[in-house]
């Protein structure tokens, strides 16, 4: 049967989920009308079936319980349900499923021989799994009777369910639609409707289902015995393996959660599909701590804190290429000052000669790459892509990027040196008369960081070394900001003469681990040199360029 005929045999009368807020409970679809009917015709054989040999062979069982206590009872008649209730009403109440040699079994099955016999209750991870598979049967019935819904899927979930279910190329779920669904769903709840475990030929199967394309295809490639079950819960009949809870009464509160899409993928094109996920628990105080829970949860969610802190802190992030030209090297300086740290890299074919040139030479490629082992060069590209503007300043920018420093094997150890690492790191462009309100910032971004952790720290800050490149009274100033700077911060700090970098002065960020052992962490550093080498402006307020504070 091909997909789309079946589609336009199934076309309800218009029953759009838009008018489901005012419009009265539509009757049920013919053919949900005709599948219910056929399942009673197989479930009372069933139930004659069964009776008839629980009579013929009322043979005792013996059934072990968890510690080894042993009960009486008698094959094809007695259930997990009823020793439930020998051994404790409370058992009886909470018990949700139950398992039999290790196999997950239904409360209202009988036993058919000796056993050893487990129950499960919504504690266990086995059974919040049985639980809410039942419950998203609950939800796969009202999306049926009251959307026209074609049901696909319905699975549990480690925290939920969620069913995916079929209303035509036109129509989908939204948002406002859930509370219509949600207060369905709880009208079924407190039907208390049964689930009731019914063995059915594959011819049977087929004719229970024959109005739905998705099942088919599933009894075809899933279905290899001679049997399957499906459970039967109000007007829902569908394909399930089982077990489930004894009746929907047992989910005390329900909350759907979300509406998406989804596609159900054939050999043939695939089907967009609706997808509803929800929630269940056996009582609202359950539900309401959870929502208190999940509600923490994403107080802490560490996108949100980021993004939170991302707009208290004014930084953006970029993503900036692991490789890059050594021709970006050369004009950055590294090339020159750290080329024995860094990994470089021959471009595919550069040892195969070419005859590019007019007299038919060989002509060998010069060009190289190598690894970033930082990230400054990348960010002086972005901000030199465009004219900037003294309105765009301070421009602060975060990069997580990998980096890779040719580090002696001798000096490698621990999580600080290796030759592949990640490290948050920052750049940011300022005027120079933002230079002193940046430099708190960053420590104050230390402070709170480190607090996070538990870390206690130390500063230092490194003035200009003997090689230092630069204009004295601009080393003099950069350095008075950063003392300035560390003063009105009040933590305890150390000075470093001549410690700088030839580029710059610096504050260091000391830590000690648990073992008493110093380690150098976070550095706010300053650089007069980069807007130098890559030529950095902006317009200032009278329409000067100035280079950037880095």
Sequence with gaps: MGWYPGWRRLRLPELPARKLHTASVP??????????????????????????????????????????Q????????????????????????TAVAAQVNGEPYDLERPLETDCDLR?????????????????????GAAAEQFLGAILCRGPSTQCGFYHDFFLGKERTVRGTDLPVLERICQEITAAAQPFRRLEASQDQLRQLFKDNPFKLHLIEEKVTGPTATVYG???LVDLCQGPHLRHTGQIGKLKLLTNSSSLWRTSGAPEALQRVSG???????LLRAWEAQKEEAE??????VGKAEYARRGFSEVKTPTMFSTKLWE???????????????????????TSSQRDGSAKHPTNTFALKPMNCPAHCLIFAHRPRSWRELPMRLADFGALHRAEASGSLGGLT????????????????????????????????????????FRLALSTRPSGFLGEPCLWDQAEQVLQQALEDFGEPWDLNPGDGAFYGPKIDVHLHDALGRPHQCGTIQLDFQLPLRFNLQYKGYKSFSHPPFP
């Design 331 to 353: 004009q950055s300086g590294h090339w020159e000052h750290y080329r024995e740290d860094m990994f470089a890299l021959k471009p595919p074919g550069s040892d195969r000669s």
């Design 299 to 304: 107080l802490r969610d560490h996108r949100r």
């Design 233 to 235: 819960c109000g007007m």
């Design 119 to 139: 129950f499960l209750t919504f504690d266990s991870p086995e059974g919040k799994a049985v639980f809410w598979h039942s419950s998203t049967h609950v939800l």
């Design 417 to 456: 040196r290796l030759w592949r690492f990640q490290q948050d790191d920052a750049h940011i462009f300022c005027a120079p008369d933002q230079l002193e309100t940046e430099i708190r910032s960053c420590l104050d971004f230390l402070r709170s960081v480190y607090a996070v952790l538990g870390f206690s």
């Design 279 to 285: 929630i269940s628990f056996p009582t609202a105080e």
């Design 27 to 68: 009757v049920p679809a013919p053919w949900l009308v005709e599948r219910l009917g056929l399942f009673e015709e197989l479930w009372a054989a069933q139930v004659k079936r069964l009776a008839s040999k629980a009579h013929r062979e009322p043979r005792p069982i013996t059934v072990t319980l968890p510690g080894g």
């Design 70 to 93: 042993k009960v009486e009872a008698v094959a094809w008649s007695t259930t997990p349900y009823q020793l439930a209730r020998r051994i404790s009403l409370t058992l009886a109440d």
